[in-house]
């Protein structure tokens, strides 16, 4: 079955404790994207990859980090969590420019 | 840069009632343009599609047409179900080529018995 898989689906952690949350899509996808959702905002765009070892920022890249050293994977890493982080994040891929993109069911993060 | 606006919520409909969420984009030349539909606890999950002009997507009822002369794509659907209740956003690349996608803030639409 053709999906993207996030992990962890919920997390609660405290402020400074670095965290990763994985995602991989078994699509042969070229493109892969993290975005947060807030209530009364939508989704933003952290950062996005092209393919791999090519990322860069979205709409809203302070204190994220990602990376591609793989096709299949593109993990979302919070070097130094803090509460305003605390949201509900979709990992999502495509096969490339102007194409429909295909999500995770989301991780919840929460951080005290 | 690049807005999606669509009409806030949230909508309360009876069953068999008729749908429209109103959503009008800013980016230039021909984007794509898509509906996501996001059901409770879940991801967001294409609904339909259109790749240019006076294109009509449509699936499962709902119908949007991308009209280039007033940067809209309503969605539309003529007879609501309790099933249909979900959050809805319009959604458009910037460009051709374009590999940012930008969000409206989306539609929460219930649906009552």
């Known amino acids: 079955e053709a999906q993207v898989t996030q992990n962890p689906r919920y997390l609660i952690t405290v402020t400074g404790k670095k965290l990763t949350v994985t995602c991989s899509q078994n699509m042969n996808h070229e493109y892969m994207s993290w975005y947060r959702q807030d209530p009364g905002l939508g989704l933003r765009q952290i950062y996005y990859?092209?393919?791999?070892?090519?990322?860069d920022k979205g709409d809203v890249p302070e204190g994220y980090k990602v990376s591609r050293k793989e096709k299949r994977n593109f993990p979302l890493i919070l070097e130094s969590p803090s509460p305003n982080q605390t949201s509900l994040y979709f990992c999502?891929?495509?096969?490339?420019?102007?194409?429909?993109?295909?999500f995770g069911d989301g991780t919840r993060l929460s951080i005290l | 840069g690049n807005s999606v606006t669509q009409m806030e919520g949230p909508v309360t409909l009876s069953e068999e009632a008729f749908l429209t969420i109103n959503c009008t984009y800013t980016?230039?030349?021909?984007?794509?343009l898509f509906w996501y539909v996001q059901y409770p606890g879940e991801g967001l999950q294409l609904l339909l599609k259109?790749?240019?002009?006076?294109d009509k997507g449509s699936n499962k009822g709902f119908e949007a047409t991308y009209r280039k002369e007033t940067t809209s794509f309503h969605l539309e659907k003529g007879s609501v179900q309790v099933s249909d209740s979900a959050v809805y956003f319009c959604?458009?690349?910037?460009?051709?080529?374009?590999?940012?996608?930008?969000f409206g803030k989306g539609t929460k639409l219930s649906v009552i018995p």
């Open positions: 990859s092209m393919n791999v070892e090519v990322t």
């Open positions: 980016a230039t030349g021909y984007p794509s």
């Open positions: 999502a891929s495509s096969f490339g420019a102007n194409q429909p993109q295909h």
């Open positions: 959604a458009q690349y910037s460009g051709a080529g374009s590999y940012q996608l930008t």
């Open positions: 259109a790749t240019k002009a006076d």
